[in-house]
């Protein structure tokens, strides 16, 4: 008779049905990781990594593949002088450009509490 908490033998990673869950590997995806490794080389020789705009269907792994190559340019310098500060902003229940302003200021002010309302674009859109 089973026990609870043993593994069954149906599924090899009862991990991946968990919405945090993310693969080691993405073998239908190596272009489009060599594309995003190649945006953000830059990075890990101290230098600005290129501008990145990941698009398409719903499902398909975009966040997944920017999220492993930034994780992996993390590890990478960890043990160097330069710095890294990755920021994530989900934009699906965002209906403009100022909310995903607002919402980036957000993430990267700490004392910034809530959406800004009321103020212009360029106000919200500073950089320190």
């Keep these: 008779m089973p026990t609870f908490g043993s593994t069954g033998s149906i599924l090899d990673c009862d991990d991946a049905f968990k919405d ?9 995806r190596k272009d489009e990781l060599t594309e995003i490794h190649h945006t953000l080389e830059p990075a890990s020789r101290g230098f600005t990594p290129n501008n990145m705009f990941v698009y398409g269907p719903a499902g398909q792994g975009k966040t997944v593949a920017t999220q492993l190559k930034l994780q992996e340019l993390s590890q990478f310098l960890e043990n160097s002088e330069e710095q ?5 902003v989900n ?3 965002l209906s403009s450009s100022y ?6 200021l957000k993430e990267i002010s700490p004392d ?11 106000n919200i859109c500073r950089v320190e």
């Design 20 to 28: 945090d869950w993310t693969p080691d590997d993405l073998p239908e």
């Design 84 to 88: 890294l500060s990755t920021y994530y």
């Design 91 to 93: 934009c699906a229940d």
């Design 99 to 104: 909310q995903v302003a607002g919402e980036v």
């Design 112 to 122: 910034f509490d809530s959406r800004p309302r009321g103020h212009g674009l360029s």
